[in-house]
């Protein structure tokens, strides 16, 4: 079936600007993570939506970013106000609750420059 | 705290074995994971091993976990310049959804 899909790949944008990004999520997965990766870093964890529950936004950075998952599928991640230090990988992942593994699997990353 | 270790940098010959290890943080954490990421892309899932395992083997891919020490390796056997990546290992603790992921360890094959 398909994988977790992202979009757009790459986004490059104006200091202040404010961005959108996109993940559609396996199909059936009820959980769906964000995370930035830096360049040459390790991964940050930024939210995770499970259900129908309250997200966990202990790791979004600042109140300018937020997310939003709409009918328990598709999210959106935006950044408002975009910084430079903004610039990174955004990873999306998902995961089916069901087995116990929680194993996530990932989208390809919208890659964000900011100009 | 809750960082989970990883050594940066493996080279490895073409051919040989590669060990790659971590150090969690968590003995509560019932799975442990590990990933693959190739140059542009996400996060692959390769492996994962239960916390009442000591070790799991999947083709080329052995996992070895010591919960006393709270150490995993994974071992890739006769490895390939299609293997050079960045390998991430992660946990995630008991009652939470949420993973911890390592910084990530840079295997370069070399042929």
């Known amino acids: 079936g398909a994988g977790v899909s992202q979009s757009p790949s790459n986004k490059v944008t104006e200091k202040g600007k404010d961005v959108e990004l996109r993940c559609d999520p396996i199909s059936g997965h009820t959980a769906l993570y964000w995370y930035r990766q830096s360049l040459g870093q390790g991964l940050e964890f930024l939210i995770y939506?499970?259900?129908?529950?309250?997200?966990?936004k202990s790791g979004l950075p600042s109140d300018r970013f937020s997310a939003e998952r709409t009918g328990g599928s598709v999210s959106t991640l935006t950044i408002q106000r975009t910084q430079q230090e903004d610039s990174a990988v955004y990873l999306c992942?998902?995961?089916?609750?069901?087995?116990?593994?929680?194993?996530?699997?990932f989208g390809p990353g919208t890659r964000l420059t900011v100009t | 705290g809750e960082d989970v270790e990883q050594s940066l940098f493996l080279s490895v010959r073409e051919g040989d074995s590669s060990v790659i290890n971590c150090t969690y943080t968590d003995s509560s954490s019932t799975y442990l994971y590990w990933y693959k990421q190739e140059p542009g892309a996400g996060l692959q899932l390769l492996t994962y091993?239960?916390?009442?395992?000591d070790m799991k083997q999947d083709q080329r891919l052995t996992v070895l976990l010591n919960k006393k020490d709270k150490h995993l390796s994974l071992r890739i056997a006769d490895t390939q310049t299609g293997d050079s990546a960045i390998y991430f290992c992660a946990e995630r603790p008991s009652g939470t959804y949420k993973y911890i992921f390592g910084t990530g360890t840079r295997l370069k094959v070399l042929a």
């Open positions: 091993i239960f916390s009442n395992m």
């Open positions: 939506f499970q259900g129908n529950s309250a997200p966990d």
């Open positions: 992942a998902s995961s089916y609750t069901g087995t116990g593994r929680y194993e996530q699997y």
